[in-house]
């Protein structure tokens, strides 16, 4: 492996580790909370109790996604779905919203290209997403080698 790769490797898993940490704190308080109340108000969890679930969490999670052949694929359709429009569509659009440019200037036709190719890369992401689990599903072998 070469050193580009390996460093791609570890900056997609650093991502990855931060954006597990950021989604799974309100499934962490959820799975926690029953715990919680059976305590005095001022006790805190064991920390070990803490740590154990969240790893039984974050393990149950990771064979999940091992266990779906076309996993990334669905990933690549949530990105379409809500990553491209919240990152993407949605800041330069709100921008030309809020400060009202002139029409036909730089500003707003940059801003309009954006929405535009954007949305477009969005609509294309989400229909080569479901293209790869269809074609992922009939082909899909349950406990296959």
Not at 35 to 51: G, T
Not at 107 to 118: H, M
Request: aromatic share 16%.
């Amino acid at each position: 492996m070469h050193l580009q790769q390996v460093s791609l490797c570890v900056v997609a898993l650093s991502r990855c580790m931060c954006a597990l940490q950021v989604y799974t704190q309100p499934v962490f308080s959820l799975i926690e909370a029953p715990m919680r109340a059976r305590r005095p108000k001022d006790e805190r969890l064991p920390i070990f109790l803490q740590f154990g679930l969240r790893i039984a969490y974050v393990l149950m999670c990771t064979v999940i996604a091992m266990l779906i052949p076309f996993f990334g694929s669905l990933m690549g359709l949530v990105g379409a779905i809500a990553v491209t429009p919240t990152t993407f569509l949605f800041p330069p659009l709100l921008w030309v919203m809020y400060k009202h440019p002139p029409r036909w200037s730089f500003d707003w036709t940059a801003n309009w290209f954006l929405v535009w190719i954007t949305g477009l890369l969005g609509v294309l992401g989400t229909i080569g997403a479901l293209y790869s689990i269809i074609v992922s599903w009939y082909t899909f072998k349950i406990f296959a080698n």
